[in-house]
């Protein structure tokens, strides 16, 4: 036999008042112990038919992953620990997700109507790939919105987005530490805010670090893995300078520029040290494992959901931009 809501409360130590809120996904507890309270219902075998929900409530909520030039936004390990994210905090809270992608050659204007005539709750937009231009458009959507992996400071919506300058200065930091060395910068060659702001990272950790900005070698490079191996093994096929560390946009380049190297006889870290961006499960595993930069990834797919459902319950906030912070690891590519 499962839990009662007054046991629940025994179990976690909270008022019954408070589990019979997060239970009801009534407003008056947080969305953290919201959360809680359901995972622990959910362990404890609690009979969730018994709850009464407002009927005319909708369940789902919309997960749109807008493709500029899809060269980013794919499947890979990050999005896919993204969506992974967004999936499993929907189930806990007993919302239905349906995913949508938007390209920009669609008529993307007439698929926000469409979205706006069903009885969604509310709306996480995928932004990593989107210039302002093409987010205007979503000032139509009639639901609550969540911008996820990207910010724009003139638009008045909720944002959950990495700390991307707080990412890049640490790993900067850390790679001169290690060298001694002025570092080089590998780029890419597609610019979206997150690398922008990554780019601001690296070159304030520069200057702190009383470096000259314009003495960095920066190699641009395609932001995928067979991309970046191919583009570095051209440059340096051409006989460009290269340096003796770098930081890298994200992991794939720094990968892909990691085996360019090797392939010309480059010894990581002994010639060349490198540290990339975003921790994926590869960088553990290739050699040298990669020095890198974490991002909680799933649980910034998490921190969009709370957030939605907040806006969901409590229509009457004031829009923010969440930061999530990075941390280090460090391997031995550097």
Do not use: W
């Amino acid at each position: 036999m499962g839990v009662t809501a007054k046991e629940l409360a025994q179990i976690m130590g909270l008022s019954e008042a408070a589990v019979s809120m997060a239970l009801r996904n009534k407003p008056g507890v947080s969305t953290k112990t919201r959360l809680m309270v359901l995972e622990m219902a959910e362990k404890h075998g609690y009979d969730f038919i018994k709850v009464n929900k407002e009927k005319n409530q909708s369940r789902h909520i919309v997960f749109v992953i807008y493709k500029r030039q899809g060269a980013v936004v794919n499947d890979t390990p990050f999005f896919s620990a993204l969506s992974e994210g967004i999936e499993h905090t929907c189930s806990v809270l007993d919302y239905k997700l349906q995913i949508h992608y938007f390209h920009k050659c669609d008529d993307v204007a007439h698929k926000i109507q469409d979205i706006n005539n069903t009885d969604c709750a509310g709306l996480i937009l995928l932004g990593t790939e989107m210039e302002l231009a093409d987010f205007l458009p979503f000032n139509k959507i009639r639901h609550p919105l969540v911008l996820l992996d990207a910010y724009f400071d003139s638009i008045k919506y909720d944002c959950v987005l990495i700390n991307n300058v707080q990412g890049a200065v640490l790993a900067t930091d850390y790679l001169i530490a290690r060298t001694q060395k002025q570092p080089g910068y590998l780029q890419s060659a597609y610019s979206i805010g997150n690398f922008t702001e990554r780019a601001d990272g690296f070159y304030k950790s520069l200057r702190t670090h009383g470096m000259s900005v314009s003495k960095s070698i920066v190699h641009k490079l395609t932001p995928s893995v067979e991309g970046a191996f191919a583009d570095m093994m051209e440059k340096i096929e051409q006989g460009e300078e290269l340096a003796t560390c770098y930081f890298a946009d994200n992991d794939l380049i720094a990968i892909g520029a990691m085996k360019a190297f090797q392939k010309h006889g480059y010894k990581i870290p002994e010639d060349i040290a490198i540290i990339g961006f975003d921790d994926l499960p590869m960088t553990s595993y290739i050699e040298p494992p990669l020095a890198t930069i974490n991002v909680p990834i799933k649980y910034m797919g998490q921190t969009a959901v709370e957030r939605l459902v907040c806006m969901i319950n409590e229509p009457n906030h004031f829009p923010l931009k969440i930061e999530i912070s990075t941390g280090l690891k460090k391997r031995r590519s550097v």
